[in-house]
């Protein structure tokens, strides 16, 4: 048998037709010159090995890196929150957050300050809801992209209830997830098993919004954001291989 050939990737140059070739050729987020792809949800959200079917939408170089801090946060704050082996595993020593922290002091010390006693006696974390609110908000919004077709502005989307261990959704949202009269839940699209799924949906309730996107995050946090309302866009649905 012969030798395996390895294979490595290079980028093609600004001269390739070949470069922007599927790629709408602006970003989704804020309009301009899209010269990479954005995935949605992040990596930073997932676990390796990454799922082979993961979405991209268009995105500059900058909306591409612009969360990505904020990634990191919402990922360290879900390996403190979490009963789930896999991500306290990422705490212990060697582990991926534990090597995270330690290569960035300053933002130890800011998870470290973050930490309290609850009157239980439990130890609790103070969370930057907006950096949090800042990451689902840019998922939600890719995913109503991919779903409905791009034309909606970033800002007509934004947090709106969150609920973590110990917590329950309030009525008008947690009604949200059932068929009635059928009383029967509906079914999420899942990304990767136990690690992220999504689904969209209107509340049967009193809401503020026409949609809400539903996400579990490591079977740990979910989170809703308010979404506006679908538009009939074909032309516009943007070209990724489905889930």
Not at 10 to 36: E, H, I, K, W
Not at 43 to 60: D, F, G, M, S, Y
Request: net charge positive; hydrophobic share 40%.
């Amino acid at each position: 048998m012969g030798a395996k050939t390895r294979q490595f990737e290079l980028p093609l140059g600004p001269g390739s037709a070949r470069r922007f070739r599927g790629l709408n050729q602006f970003c989704v987020y804020c309009g301009s010159a899209a010269d990479t792809r954005e995935h949605v949800p992040p990596k930073a959200l997932l676990e390796e090995p990454w799922p082979i079917n993961l979405r991209t939408v268009p995105a500059c170089q900058p909306c591409n890196r612009g969360w990505s801090s904020h990634e990191e946060y919402l990922a360290v704050v879900l390996a403190h929150i979490s009963d789930s082996p896999r991500l306290t595993a990422k705490l212990r020593e060697g582990g991926a957050v534990d090597r995270a922290l330690r290569g960035s002091p300053k933002f130890d010390d800011r998870i470290i300050n973050a930490l309290s006693e609850h009157s239980d006696g439990r130890v609790q974390i103070s969370l930057e809801i907006e950096r949090i609110a800042a990451v689902t908000q840019k998922v939600a919004f890719g995913l109503h992209a991919l779903r409905y077709g791009h034309g909606c502005r970033l800002a007509s989307f934004a947090l709106v209830a969150m609920a973590g261990p110990g917590h329950t959704l309030p009525p008008e949202f947690a009604g949200a997830l059932w068929n009635w009269p059928g009383v029967r839940k509906k079914r999420w699209t899942e990304v990767q098993q136990g690690v992220f799924s999504f689904i969209f949906a209107k509340t049967w309730m009193a809401g503020g919004a026409p949609l809400y996107c539903f996400m579990k995050l490591q079977d740990t946090l979910l989170a809703v954001v308010s979404c506006p309302a679908p538009i009939a866009r074909a032309k516009r649905r943007l070209a990724s291989p489905p889930w």
